[in-house]
């Protein structure tokens, strides 16, 4: 069974950071790409950033290029969002799904794309 789970949200002020983990199963660090997702109330699921497998390709959205970081330790199954400089507008529920698509190049940030996807984590940035 595919499994992805995230932690690492939760309450900041602006300006802040916070890194969130997607902890996945083994198989999926060797064949898939891992993005993420934010959902805010009212608002449709945007595409943060994802990462390949190998080689590192990344993609990232415009509004969090230059605060955001994607990585990935292949030995803990785990990829990071490190998130600095948070602003109010990052507050929402983010996910982190995998697929075997294309990432990199801006390619990889459509929701559609992905198979398995987590629960989420709730980010909040007070102003």
């Known amino acids: 069974e595919v499994q992805l789970v995230e932690s690492g949200g939760g309450l900041v002020q602006a300006g802040g950071s916070l890194r969130l983990l997607c902890a996945a199963s083994g198989y999926i660090f060797d064949d898939f790409v891992v993005g993420w997702f934010r959902q805010a109330p009212g608002k449709e699921r945007e595409g943060v950033s994802c990462?390949?497998?190998?080689?590192?390709?990344?993609s990232y959205a415009d509004s969090v290029k230059g605060r955001f970081t994607i990585s990935r330790d292949k030995s803990k199954n785990t990829v990071y969002l490190q998130m600095n400089s948070l602003k109010p507008e990052d507050s929402a529920v983010y996910y982190c799904?995998?697929?075997?698509?294309?990432?990199?190049?801006?390619?990889?940030?459509?929701?559609?794309?992905?198979?398995?996807w987590g629960q989420g984590t709730q980010v909040t940035v007070s102003s």
């Open positions: 799904a995998a697929g075997p698509i294309r990432c990199g190049l801006g390619y990889g940030l459509g929701s559609y794309e992905y198979d398995y």
């Open positions: 990462i390949s497998s190998t080689p590192d390709n990344l």
